[in-house]
Nanobody, 124 residues
Framework: VQLQASGGGLVQAGGSLRLSCAASGRTFSRYVMGWFRQAPGKEREFVAGIRRSGDSTYYADSVKGRFTISRDNAKNTVYLQMNSLKPEDTAAYCC??????????????????WGQGTQVTVSS
């Protein structure tokens, strides 16, 4: 599967952005999907994940209550709604697909397919 993320940009602290990740192919609903981010000089970290049917989500503590992950299997797309953005949210955000797991995993190694990043910059 090929993944294409979009929706990044420059926003002031306290603002919102919505990221989208479009997947190719007809098996999108079979993948657990995740969003990760990587800030300069830091390791890539898990942000949020969602199960195949969308019935369960999981968030990193740093974004819980501010970010919402969702998916539309009919459109082969996963979203990340980001509210109350902080300067520390600045990073390149990318989506990833896990073809093997039933449950959401936060480990990078669990994900099989990765999209390119979309830059999110939050100014103070």
């Amino acid at each position: 599967v090929q993944l294409q993320a979009s929706g990044g940009g420059l926003v002031q602290a306290g603002g919102s952005l919505r990221l989208s990740c479009a997947a190719s192919g007809r098996t999108f609903s079979r993948y657990v999907m995740g969003w990760f981010r990587q800030a300069p000089g830091k390791e890539r970290e898990f942000v949020a994940g969602i199960r195949r049917s969308g019935d369960s989500t999981y968030y990193a503590d740093s974004v819980k209550g501010r970010f919402t992950i969702s998916r539309d299997n009919a459109k082969n797309t996963v979203y990340l709604q980001m509210n109350s953005l902080k300067p520390e949210d600045t990073a390149a955000y990318c989506c990833a697909a896990d073809q093997s797991s039933t449950y959401i995993r936060s480990e990078r190694s669990r994900y099989d397919y990765w999209g390119q990043g979309t830059q999110v910059t939050v100014s103070s």
